[in-house]
């Protein structure tokens, strides 16, 4: 239980392109998932909360119009990176919330696999 | 704003032993919740061991464990019997409940990489 799947497990793209990303809890509904972005060898930091059916959270720093979040159901939120640039190059990973009650309890968060993004 | 700080970039034993990765962290909240996390090569993060503030009682994984000290802001890993498939990076991470006001998603020490030696 608690897969939480991602899609393109690798994408490259031309700089000024735009890319999005698919987040998808495959055995429970999320009503909140996230958005970390990964340097290499570095720490996940967090980029946005997404909230089913409501405007995503960002953190300091993310600009909003360049990663646009849509959370349309209660199992797949999106990230799409508008008008890539090679500094966006990273790889992304999304999380799902599990809900109350489920598998190692409330609030535990699952994440799927990951997004290298490259942009050339 | 939380703060998690993994002190060790990186430790390495041999097969079989025992390895405490140690994790301190700052918060003024009084409820939150902290996990480990492993990362092996294939970047897959994978929840190791969820500790809930409020609870006294260490938790505890099979060969994993925690030593959480609320008062000092401690929350090491003891991984006993160690495996080669335990070799990953291991982060560290605080978050607050869901509701508590603010943002709650995870916040992550730097990370410890463990190397498991045959």
């Known amino acids: 239980g608690a897969v939480v799947s991602q899609h393109p497990s690798r994408v490259i793209c031309k700089s000024g392109t735009s890319v999005k990303i698919e987040c998808r809890s495959l055995d429970f509904q999320a009503t909140t998932m996230f958005w970390y972005r990964q340097f290499p060898k570095k720490s996940l930091m967090l980029m946005a909360t997404s909230n089913e059916g409501s405007k995503a959270t960002y953190e300091q720093g993310v600009e909003k119009d360049k990663f646009l979040i849509n959370h349309a159901s209660l199992t797949l939120s999106t990230l799409t990176v508008t008008s890539a640039h090679p500094e966006d190059s990273s790889f992304y990973i999304c999380?799902?919330?599990?809900?109350?009650?489920?598998?190692?309890?409330?609030?535990?968060?699952?994440f799927g696999p990951g997004t290298r993004l490259t942009v050339l | 704003a939380q703060t998690v700080t993994q002190s060790q970039p990186e430790m390495s034993v041999q097969e079989a032993e025992t390895v405490t990765l140690s994790c301190t962290y700052d918060t003024s909240e009084s409820n939150y919740y902290l996990f480990w996390y492993k990362q092996p090569p294939s970047r897959q993060m994978i929840l190791v061991i969820r500790q809930e503030a409020y609870k006294q009682q260490n938790a505890t994984e099979n060969r994993f464990s925690v030593n959480f000290q609320k008062a000092a802001k401690s929350f090491s890993l003891k991984i006993s019997d160690s495996q080669l498939g335990d070799t990953a990076m291991y982060f560290c991470?605080?978050?607050?409940?869901?509701?508590?006001?603010?943002?709650?998603?995870?916040?992550f020490g730097k990370g410890t990489h463990l190397i498991i030696q045959p």
């Open positions: 991470a605080f978050m607050k409940p869901a509701g508590g006001g603010g943002a709650d998603g995870l916040t």
């Open positions: 999380s799902a919330r599990a809900p109350a009650g489920v598998y190692l309890g409330t609030d535990t968060q699952y």
